[in-house]
């Protein structure tokens, strides 16, 4: 797994030894097209992070800073490992905790929350609805949600409105835009 744009564009990324599934490039690609412009100077929440791999797409593509949120130890060393490699290590910061404790403890407002987990998990939709609540989100912020086909989420959580869904292969980005949004 590489990064695919930006100033880390080449380097490999690890991937932890715990099953995950590693974001494909064509994925990637789509969900930073989806993105555009937005992700340039922004703070990002990468929660479910796995490998990092999302929140590092968005630092080597202009994001001033990332919050990567993992449960599993062996990925978040991974994490810590791959932001050094590509030396966006500065501009970030791993924490190591199920997404629903970060949650109730983070105190920064995000441009960006990225959702990546894993598809059998049944608190997605409870995930989404509180995360719309939530102190960690402004009317402007954008949440993208990379999930099964299979699964089909909600029209809306709170205040925030799914604006795009795009689908390759077996999996699914729906972005979801608050009321300021442009």
């Not at 590693?22 to 789509?30: N, R």
């Not at 929140?55 to 993992?70: C, H, K, M, Q, T």
């Not at 954008?142 to 795009?166: I, M, N, Q, T």
Request: net charge positive; glycine share 8%.
């Amino acid at each position: 797994m590489r990064v695919i744009a930006g100033a880390a564009k080449g380097r490999v990324l690890k991937v932890p030894r715990v099953a995950v599934r590693p974001t494909t490039g064509l994925v990637k690609g789509a969900l930073f097209a989806i993105l555009g412009s937005k992700i340039q100077d922004a703070h990002v929440l990468d929660l479910f992070a796995g490998s990092g791999a999302l929140g590092i797409e968005a630092l080597s593509r202009g994001a001033a800073w990332v919050d990567f949120v993992e449960q599993e130890r062996d990925s978040c060393s991974v994490i810590r490992e791959n932001l050094k490699a590509t030396g966006l290590d500065t501009q970030a910061h791993v924490y190591c905790c199920k997404a629903a404790r970060a949650l109730a403890f983070l105190d920064r407002k995000y441009d960006v929350v990225l959702l990546d987990p894993p598809y059998a998990d049944p608190s997605l939709e409870g995930m989404l609805a509180w995360l719309a609540s939530s102190a960690v989100v402004k009317p402007a912020t954008v949440l993208v949600v990379a999930h099964s086909s299979r699964r089909r989420l909600g029209d809306s959580y709170g205040p925030f409105a799914k604006v795009r869904e795009r689908c390759h292969g077996d999996t699914c980005i729906s972005l979801f835009k608050g009321e300021a949004s442009t």
